[in-house]
C-alpha cells in the first residue's frame, strides 16, 4: 500500500480508496477528517477493527438469540465506532438497527443485520489485503 511519488511517502492508494469506497467509506474525506493525515487515519482505521470485531461477533449472538434488548446496546456501540471512522457500510444499518429497536420494529432487524456484517466482513478483508504490516518482506 505504500507508494513513493517524489521523496514523499502516500500510504493510501488509489485502490484502496476505490474499494473502500465499495463498503461506504470516502477515505480522502475521511483522511480530511483527520487533519489530513494519513497515518493518523490508518491508525484508527486498524484501531477500529481491533475494537470492533468483538462487538461484531457480540452482535452476531444477540441476533442470533433475538435478544433485542441486547442487540439494542451491542448496535449502539458499533454505530458509534464506525460513524468515528466513516464506514458508513456498518454505520448506517446500525444505526437504523438502533431506530427500530427504539421505535418497537423488530421486523428488519434480521436483513439489517445481515447488511451489517456483510459490510464489515467485506471492510475487514479489504483492510487486510492493504495492511503493509501484513505483506511479505
Known amino acids: 500500500m505504500v ?22 467509506m470516502n477515505v480522502p474525506e475521511m483522511v480530511e477528517h483527520f487533519m489530513d493525515n494519513e497515518e493518523m487515519f490508518l491508525k484508527y482505521l486498524y484501531k477500529f477493527f481491533e475494537s ?3 462487538v461484531v461477533l457480540e452482535l452476531t449472538s444477540d441476533a442470533e438469540k433475538e435478544d433485542y434488548q441486547n442487540m439494542l ?17 456498518v454505520f448506517l444499518p446500525a444505526k437504523k438497527i438502533v431506530d427500530d429497536i427504539r421505535a418497537g420494529d423488530l421486523s428488519e432487524c434480521g436483513s439489517d443485520f445481515q447488511k451489517l456484517q456483510k459490510m464489515y466482513y467485506q471492510a475487514a478483508e479489504i483492510v487486510r489485503r492493504y495492511d503493509p504490516a501484513k505483506a511479505a518482506p
Open 52 to 54: 470492533a470485531n468483538s
Open 73 to 89: 446496546f451491542t448496535a449502539h456501540s458499533l454505530k458509534g465506532l464506525a460513524g468515528n471512522i466513516g464506514l458508513n457500510g
Open 3 to 24: 507508494k513513493y511519488t517524489l521523496g514523499v511517502i502516500i500510504l493510501i492508494s488509489k485502490e484502496f480508496c476505490d474499494e473502500m469506497l465499495k463498503v461506504g
